[in-house]
């Protein structure tokens, strides 16, 4: 095996490493890229290329892995998700990697669904749009075109918008349209909201109570830019439930103008004959009355239509 040193004698005395590297150079330089490259830096010459040869071979190499990719999993750049950059700087040749388009288009899908929360609500409800939703079917046209407002009037005037409270049969599509809403709001102004399953969402807080997390969850749900109670009125209802946890959810977002969106099964009427009956206390139709005038006045009412498509 040869020494070191002589390996590197060889190499310094040999002429062909010069040639390979000006071919090289001439087969990088007919590359687009680097074409466009020299095209926005006319003075860069071509020893410069050579010394920084290693770079531009890198770059077109990196370059070409761009042009062929097949998605951020089969990235084949040194880093995964990056371009790569040439620049000059004070005569040297120089490499960088920045995000391409689809690292950048991953991760803005990665933020919006940080923004997507639910609480006992199935996967499938956020990641529902309204490009995915059936608009053909008649009975649920009024909602889909107040879920449009609401996402409209927000969009301008996020402390000016009443909620809404979606009212229906089981299974015509109540809790997916708002699950379209959601999306649509973290879309186009990357807003936080959170939609939670209301009957396991109570009985969860008579939990927390042991756990001393109850303040913490109730604070959360009371400051939450959106908030949507799905399947408002299943639950089992009871004093503390609805004068100390949805009393203090409702007055709080209703002070700082936060609208709240409901999906129940009763129409306003029917939820307040619920909310007024509790196996404690009775009939207590002052307390539910007062409840719902916080759900009357900040929200509007719509009635879902259609076939159960839980059935089908």
């Given at each position: 095996?040869?020494?070191?040193?002589?390996?590197?004698?060889?190499?310094?005395?040999?002429?062909?490493?010069?040639?390979?590297?000006?071919q090289l150079l001439q087969t990088i330089?007919?590359?687009?890229?680097?074409?466009?490259?020299?095209?926005?830096?006319?003075?860069?010459?071509?020893?410069?290329?050579?010394?920084?040869?290693?770079?531009?071979y890198e770059y077109v190499e990196a370059s070409h892995a761009c042009e062929a990719c097949q998605g951020l999993a089969n990235c084949?750049?040194?880093?995964?998700?990056?371009?790569?950059?040439?620049?000059?700087?004070?005569?040297?040749?120089?490499?960088?990697?920045?995000?391409?388009?689809r690292l950048e288009e991953d991760?803005?899908?990665?933020?919006?669904?940080?923004?997507?929360?639910?609480?006992?609500?199935?996967?499938?409800?956020l990641k529902v749009t309204?490009?995915?939703?059936?608009t053909k079917e008649k009975g649920r046209h009024d909602a889909l075109e107040a879920a449009g407002r609401f996402v409209e009037s927000y969009s301008r005037n996020p402390k000016e918008v009443k909620g809404l409270y979606f009212h229906g049969k089981f299974g015509v599509g109540k809790t997916y349209i708002m699950g379209a809403i959601m999306n649509a709001l973290v879309e186009q102004k990357g807003v936080e909201s959170l939609m939670v399953y209301t009957p396991d969402f109570f009985r969860e807080l008579k939990g927390a109570i042991q756990e001393n997390t109850l303040n913490e969850k109730i604070d959360y749900i009371q400051k939450v830019p959106v908030l949507i109670l799905d399947d408002v009125g299943a639950e089992n209802m009871s004093p503390w439930v609805r004068d100390e946890v949805l009393g203090s959810i409702l007055q709080h977002r209703m002070m700082e103008s936060l609208p709240t969106l409901y999906t129940s099964n009763y129409d306003y009427d029917e939820l307040e004959e619920h909310l007024a009956y509790s196996n404690k206390s009775g009939v207590e139709e002052f307390k539910a009355k007062r409840l719902m005038e916080r759900i009357r006045y900040y929200s509007v009412s719509v009635a879902v239509m259609g076939e159960n498509r839980r059935a089908l």
């Amino acid at each position: 095996m040869q020494s070191i040193q002589s390996t590197l004698r060889t190499m310094a005395s040999s002429q062909s490493i010069a040639e390979k590297n000006n071919q090289l150079l001439q087969t990088i330089k007919a590359h687009p890229k680097l074409i466009a490259f020299l095209q926005a830096h006319p003075d860069v010459t071509d020893e410069q290329l050579l010394q920084g040869l290693p770079r531009a071979y890198e770059y077109v190499e990196a370059s070409h892995a761009c042009e062929a990719c097949q998605g951020l999993a089969n990235c084949k750049n040194l880093l995964r998700g990056h371009q790569p950059e040439l620049f000059i700087d004070k005569g040297v040749l120089g490499i960088t990697y920045k995000p391409c388009r689809r690292l950048e288009e991953d991760e803005q899908k990665r933020r919006q669904a940080a923004l997507l929360k639910g609480l006992y609500v199935p996967k499938d409800v956020l990641k529902v749009t309204f490009k995915t939703l059936d608009t053909k079917e008649k009975g649920r046209h009024d909602a889909l075109e107040a879920a449009g407002r609401f996402v409209e009037s927000y969009s301008r005037n996020p402390k000016e918008v009443k909620g809404l409270y979606f009212h229906g049969k089981f299974g015509v599509g109540k809790t997916y349209i708002m699950g379209a809403i959601m999306n649509a709001l973290v879309e186009q102004k990357g807003v936080e909201s959170l939609m939670v399953y209301t009957p396991d969402f109570f009985r969860e807080l008579k939990g927390a109570i042991q756990e001393n997390t109850l303040n913490e969850k109730i604070d959360y749900i009371q400051k939450v830019p959106v908030l949507i109670l799905d399947d408002v009125g299943a639950e089992n209802m009871s004093p503390w439930v609805r004068d100390e946890v949805l009393g203090s959810i409702l007055q709080h977002r209703m002070m700082e103008s936060l609208p709240t969106l409901y999906t129940s099964n009763y129409d306003y009427d029917e939820l307040e004959e619920h909310l007024a009956y509790s196996n404690k206390s009775g009939v207590e139709e002052f307390k539910a009355k007062r409840l719902m005038e916080r759900i009357r006045y900040y929200s509007v009412s719509v009635a879902v239509m259609g076939e159960n498509r839980r059935a089908l």
